[in-house]
T-cell receptor, first 118, second 114 residues
């Protein structure tokens, strides 16, 4: 019954390494998101995509890039990992519309990827 | 800077009591309001949304919205230990369209004591 799958639950990387976080959803959702969650700071949007090959910066895009080559897959890339990117990364997806409400704001989250950068 | 403020807690209530979780927001243009629940070690899940002033009930949960005072609250009646979680308030300035504008609060940790 898993709908949003993140490829890695825990990762440990070294400073300067390139890191790929993969996310796949099976709900045919148009929107996909990458958030990071840190204690006391809540969920902060890094990037989101509303269509294949389309992306928009969120609130904290610096140091990250994304790729969406297929509708179901959204990848987050850390070009050169730094210690301040140690965090929990959450992928989410949403539909354009759900009857009666704005589907775009009804997010289904993946289980999360906890990244530690040493 | 659009802000969504929540008391981080922890908020402790005895089993069977009413838990009241509050959220204030700074953007007067906000139109849509959401409550997500996040169990420890798990990802958030949507439990309620509200668009109009007043109350909206769903089982033991009631969302209350007061746009004039810029606050939204979540009441949990007959609280159960299984309600122990962090509750995230999220606010959007529009009623439809891009979720890019969804702003989350940092969450309130609720503990229901048996």
């Amino acid at each position: 019954d898993v709908k949003v799958t993140q490829s890695s639950r825990y990762l440990v990387k070294r400073t300067g390494e390139k890191v790929f976080l993969e996310c796949v959803q099976d709900m045919d959702h148009e929107n996909m998101f990458w958030y990071r969650q840190d204690p006391g700071l809540g969920l902060r949007l890094i990037y989101f995509s509303y269509d294949v090959k389309m992306k928009e910066k969120g609130d904290i895009p610096e140091g990250y890039s994304v790729s969406r080559e297929k509708k179901e897959r959204f990848s987050l890339i850390l070009e050169s990992a730094s210690t301040n990117q140690t965090s929990m990364y959450l992928c989410a997806s949403s539909a354009l519309h759900i009857e009666g409400i704005s589907g775009a704001n009804v997010l289904t989250f993946g289980a999360g990827s906890r990244l530690t950068v040493l | 800077q659009k802000e969504v403020e929540q008391n981080s807690g922890p908020l402790s209530v005895p089993e069977g009591a009413i838990a009241s979780l509050n959220c204030t927001y700074s953007d007067r243009g906000s139109q849509s309001f959401f409550w997500y629940r996040q169990y420890s070690g798990k990802s958030p899940e949507l439990i309620m949304f509200i668009y109009s002033n007043g109350d909206k009930e769903d089982g033991r949960f009631t969302a209350q919205l007061n746009k004039a005072s810029q606050y939204v609250s979540l009441l949990i009646r007959d609280s159960q230990p299984s309600d122990s979680a962090t509750y995230l308030c999220a606010v959007s300035p529009i009623s439809s369209g891009s979720a890019r504008q969804l702003t989350f609060g940092s969450g309130t940790q609720l503990t229901v004591l048996p």
